[in-house]
């Protein structure tokens, strides 16, 4: 039996985060996306309410929730402010659900339990000048002396860059291996030799920073080490799978901010005597976008639900990401087009849902990586 029903605690959890989004989200959702302002005070909020770690057992801090709650709730926040959302995401899926997986219980201790209780914000910082897609072409390395690593290199688009207390940097600790030389160390803000970039200036999601960082003889001690030397590639492409889900969800929230947007558009404005929405155009725009956002929706539930039964779910978490990511683009920029020259104006707030969608084509591996994975799956499984 398929049950699309969500229980009373998924309700209750959806409930929560649409009132949270409406009630601290949506007052200077637009002056924070004009201004590049980190929404810090919302941030508070959402930790008293447990959003920050919410798939962590509550032994580590979190709130010990299913991964189909998590991206209900995520979806929920995405709809009224996207750059909320991803910082949301990322402290969730790439850094908590990744010490969770890989750290020992020391570093559970000492690092998860605040990043999941929401005292502490983490980064992940997988990507670097010459290697985007390419993530295993990285540069950064560190030198194993006596106790310590000495950590030399520069990492760039890390989400939270400037306001995260942790960093997961993954770094080379042996050349001329590949993706095998490449381990995971936890990196605290503050040591010594590390400087953070500029926030970066950008098309959408402007609420959350994007910086450069730069590693310069930066000591971190061994007990450091996410998993074993060389495990690092792995252990970043596990939480990928999981941050991909999230990212979808970030997409999905958008999609249907559009979607509400054009329907209420529709019914207020006048054109020719009538209300657009009777026009066919407008309705076959709508139709398409609710359709796809319900495909969108599903894809997501399942790539969620095969995660929380211990399931594969590498191909799932790509294909959500990649057609939802999708929905978000083609819905935002119908969303636009129904508001005509008042969807290109700031203050009606759907510009910035195309400019918001359109780093869900990008960010956690582009739509062309999620192709080359999905394919990659199905060619191995026959
Ligand atoms: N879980 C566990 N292990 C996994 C895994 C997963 N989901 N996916 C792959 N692996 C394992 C593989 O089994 C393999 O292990 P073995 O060598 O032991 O067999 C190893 O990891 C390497 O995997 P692949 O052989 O599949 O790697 P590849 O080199 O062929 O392909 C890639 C890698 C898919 C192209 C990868 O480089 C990739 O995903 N690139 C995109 C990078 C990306 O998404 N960057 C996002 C930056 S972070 C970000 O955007 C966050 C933000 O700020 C919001």
Not at 149 to 172: A, P, R
Not at 322 to 344: D, K, N, P, W
Request: proline share 2%; glycine share 10%.
């Amino acid at each position: 039996m398929i049950d699309f029903n969500l229980t009373d605690e998924q309700k209750l959890i959806r409930d929560t985060a649409r009132e949270f989004a409406k009630t601290h989200l949506a007052p200077g959702v637009i002056e924070r996306d004009d201004k590049a302002i980190f929404p810090a005070d919302q941030l508070k909020v959402m930790a008293d309410l447990g959003f920050m770690g919410m798939m962590i057992p509550e032994k580590w801090g979190g709130s010990g929730i299913d991964t189909c709650s998590y991206v209900i709730a995520l979806e929920e926040i995405a709809a009224v402010d996207a750059s909320t959302a991803v910082i949301m995401s990322v402290n969730n899926s790439l850094v908590c659900q990744l010490l969770y997986d890989w750290g020992t219980d020391e570093q559970k201790k000492k690092y998860l339990i605040p990043l999941a209780k929401g005292e502490n914000l983490g980064a992940y910082s997988l990507s670097e000048p010459q290697s985007g897609s390419d993530a295993s072409n990285m540069r950064t390395y560190a030198e194993r002396i006596g106790d310590h690593y000495v950590l030399n290199g520069t990492k760039n688009w890390v989400t939270n860059g400037q306001s995260s207390d942790v960093i997961i940097v993954f770094c080379l600790t042996a050349k001329g291996i590949g993706d095998k030389g490449i381990s995971a160390l936890i990196v605290e803000k503050g040591i010594k030799g590390l400087s953070i970039g500029k926030k970066e200036n950008k098309l959408g999601i402007r609420g959350s920073d994007t910086c450069e960082i730069y590693l310069k003889d930066c000591q971190i001690p061994i007990t450091n080490l996410i998993a074993e030397e060389g495990q690092g590639f792995k252990v970043a492409l596990k939480a990928l799978s999981g941050g991909r889900i999230g990212i979808a969800s970030q997409a999905l929230g958008i999609a249907r901010a559009a979607l509400n947007a054009s329907v209420s558009y529709a019914n207020d404005r006048h054109q020719f005597g009538r209300a657009i929405g009777e026009f066919g155009a407008i309705k076959n725009k709508i139709a398409n976008m609710a359709t796809e956002i319900d495909a969108a929706r599903l894809l997501i539930w399942k790539a969620a639900r095969l995660k929380d039964l211990g399931m594969p779910y590498i191909k799932e978490a790509s294909m959500a990401k990649l057609y939802a990511s999708g929905v978000a683009m083609r819905a935002s920029t119908e969303c636009v087009q129904i508001h005509g020259g008042y969807g290109y104006m700031q203050e009606y707030g759907v510009e910035r849902l195309m400019r918001d969608a359109k780093i869900t084509q990008i960010y956690e591996g582009t739509s062309e990586i999620q192709q080359l994975v999905i394919a990659k799956e199905l060619l191995k499984n026959g």
